[in-house]
């Protein structure tokens, strides 16, 4: 076998096995911090799962497409440089998406526990100004009708009527 190949299977063997174990750390310690920030057990588990298999997804597809290299390697130390160059870019990669799920995460669960505060989250720093008061005569905004008569017709002064709240129906006045 060439060098080249050599190269390859030892990239193949160091990512995968990076892959593993990070995702094996990072599913056995997160699950305490989805615990956390889902508040069910249950939930914790089933999201964590997931993450392990998209975290397996996306950083074995990305360690294939890597794998590709154009040009020959015709020594050693090319191999090692080209090597170091893929691997550490695989590292990138799993780091970029520990920190970005990290962030993810940390949002949704400081948007739930928001939800939950029982205290506004600043203190008070003064008042509203005082609205002015109305004048007389003129009532400012809806009024609420109080009585008998709230929501329905209201009685019309007149000698039936008297123009006083409860004094019986209005009647037409006589024709002339």
């Not at 063997?13 to 593993?20: E, F, H, N, P, V």
């Not at 039936?160 to 129906?169: E, M, R, S, V």
Request: no cysteine; net charge positive; hydrophobic share 45%.
């Amino acid at each position: 076998m060439d060098t080249k190949v050599w190269m390859y299977l030892v990239y193949l063997a160091i990512s995968i096995g990076l892959t593993i174990w990070v995702a094996r750390a990072l599913s056995r310690n997160g699950l305490v911090f989805l615990e956390e920030v889902f508040a069910d057990e249950r939930l914790a588990k089933a999201v964590n799962s997931l993450l392990v298999v998209g975290f397996y997804l996306l950083n074995l597809g990305y360690v294939t497409v890597a794998m590709r290299h154009p040009d020959p390697v015709r020594t050693t130390s090319a191999a090692m440089e080209e090597l170091s160059l893929k691997v550490g870019l695989v590292l990138l990669v799993l780091g970029a998406l520990h920190f970005f799920n990290v962030f993810a995460l940390n949002r949704y669960r400081r948007g739930r526990l928001r939800q939950f505060a029982t205290h506004p989250p600043l203190a008070p720093v003064g008042q509203l100004p005082m609205t002015p008061a109305p004048h007389a005569g003129h009532p400012v905004g809806p009024q609420p009708h109080a009585g008998p008569y709230a929501g329905g017709p209201r009685p019309q002064p007149g000698p039936a009527g008297g123009g006083q709240p409860g004094a019986g129906p209005t009647a037409a006045p006589p024709a002339r």
